[in-house]
T-cell receptor, first 118, second 110 residues
């Protein structure tokens, strides 16, 4: 079964750090670009970041650039999002998604919740 | 990276057709045929309904169709069913390897 499972979400204080993971199974992980997308409480989906199949190319939304780092370990079939200098506005459910169609994300995880609060 | 503009809600009766608009700019929707649409039931994983403006992934009902004119993309749901009630989001490539989602539309089946 093709599956993505996020983990690592937690309650963290403003200014703190957190690393999210997204474990892939059921497909050749190293063949797909991958994304992170988030949804703040009561708000819509927001694109966060994207990484190429070998990790050599990354891109970020302006709101997280310089604070978040996307990476991947193709040997472990895992996608990561390192989040530093966290702010209250980073509070959200974070989803990872598989890009199968050129910005068409055909497989998504169930999400992991990040809460930034003192 | 301003969000694409969608109507907050659209409603229709069972069997009717509805259309959700997604308005961007010449820097995103207007420049690329990389518009996708997602169905999202709260608490669940989003589901890809349309990619590259008008293509349907395997398994998605042909009641869902997409189109684009200028800076505005559209998703049409024909033969509306109760199970179609959900939030719908468009997404477009916005250049420089970045993307942008729409503001989201709640679809109500009356």
């Amino acid at each position: 079964e093709v599956q993505l499972v996020e983990s690592g979400g937690n309650l963290v204080q403003p200014g703190g750090s957190l690393r999210l993971s997204c474990a892939a199974s059921g497909f050749i992980f190293s063949s797909y670009w991958m994304h992170w997308v988030r949804q703040a409480p009561g708000k819509g989906l927001v694109w966060v970041s994207r990484i190429s199949i070998d990790g050599s190319s990354t891109s970020y939304a302006d709101s997280v650039k310089g604070r978040f780092t996307i990476s991947r370990d193709n040997a472990e079939n895992t996608l990561y999002l390192q989040m530093n200098s966290l702010r209250a506005e980073d509070t959200a459910v974070y989803y990872c998604g598989r890009d199968a169609f050129g910005w068409g994300l055909d497989v998504w995880g169930q999400g992991t919740t990040v809460t930034v609060s003192s | 990276q301003s969000a694409l503009t969608q109507p907050a809600s659209v409603s229709g009766s069972p069997g009717q057709s509805i259309t959700i608009s997604c308005t961007g700019t010449s820097s995103d929707v207007g420049s690329y045929n990389l518009v996708s649409w997602y169905q999202h039931h709260p608490g669940k994983a989003p589901k890809l309904m349309i990619y590259e403006v008008n293509k349907r992934p395997s398994g998605v009902s042909n009641r869902f169709s997409g189109s684009k004119s200028g800076n505005t993309a559209s998703l049409t749901i024909s033969g509306l069913q109760a199970e179609d009630e959900a939030d719908y989001y468009c997404c477009s490539y916005a250049g420089s390897s970045t993307g942008v989602f729409g503001t989201g539309t709640e679809v109500f089946v009356l």
